[in-house]
């Protein structure tokens, strides 16, 4: 039986993003390690209810459906299907209350590409989706200075 997770990238508009420092207990994935915030899909659960579901039931967050960004799916580990969201929040910062876990971190996007912070280890699987969200910015941002580029000027006497 193949078990679907979702993990939410939330970025904090104009100040970082956000990850989970996981609970130190032997019996959950990825203990004493920071991640993405998320878990796993129910049975026969839409995975966007099951971000908007978990991002409740760990920080309090209550988001509607709209503002979560489906960006892609992930067969990162053996049997795990890991889907992707993203959402930008602003003034529920504030009002984030932890769960689940044992810390929030707010961490610039240098610091996320790091494989500790704080003496702590990034998930690996986080770590690599992490890593890619990031290219694939980079990539867009440069795609359209290329484009910019590109563009016909007008003819300037």
Same mark, same amino acid.
């Given at each position: 039986?193949?078990?679907?997770?979702?993990?939410?990238?939330?970025?904090?508009?104009?100040?970082?993003?956000?990850? %989970? @420092?996981?609970?130190? #207990?032997?019996?959950?994935?990825?203990?004493? &390690?920071?991640?993405?915030?998320?878990?796993?899909? $129910? !049975?026969?659960?839409?995975?966007?209810?099951?971000?908007?579901?978990?991002?409740?039931?760990?920080?309090?967050?209550?988001?509607?459906?709209?503002?979560?960004?489906?960006?892609?799916?992930? %067969? @990162?580990?053996?049997? #795990?299907?890991?889907?992707?969201?993203?959402? &930008?929040?602003?003034?529920?910062?504030?009002?984030? $209350? !932890?769960?689940?876990?044992?810390?929030?971190?707010?961490?610039?996007?240098?610091?996320?590409?790091?494989?500790?912070?704080?003496?702590?280890?990034?998930?690996?699987?986080?770590?690599?989706?992490?890593?890619?969200?990031?290219?694939?910015?980079?990539?867009?941002?440069?795609?359209?200075?290329?484009?910019?580029?590109?563009?016909?000027?007008?003819?300037?006497?």
């Amino acid at each position: 039986m193949r078990a679907d997770i979702v993990v939410v990238l939330i970025e904090v508009s104009g100040q970082g993003w956000l990850l %989970q @420092l996981r609970d130190n #207990k032997s019996t959950i994935s990825d203990p004493n &390690m920071w991640a993405l915030f998320g878990g796993h899909v $129910e !049975l026969g659960e839409d995975v966007k209810f099951a971000a908007v579901r978990e991002l409740r039931e760990e920080l309090l967050l209550s988001l509607p459906t709209q503002r979560l960004t489906y960006v892609r799916s992930f %067969q @990162l580990e053996s049997g #795990k299907q890991h889907h992707l969201f993203h959402c &930008m929040i602003n003034d529920e910062v504030e009002s984030l $209350e !932890l769960k689940e876990g044992q810390a929030i971190g707010l961490f610039s996007e240098d610091e996320m590409r790091l494989v500790t912070i704080d003496n702590k280890r990034v998930s690996p699987t986080h770590s690599e989706i992490i890593g890619w969200w990031f290219s694939r910015q980079q990539n867009r941002l440069a795609s359209s200075r290329f484009a910019n580029d590109r563009s016909p000027k007008a003819d300037v006497p």
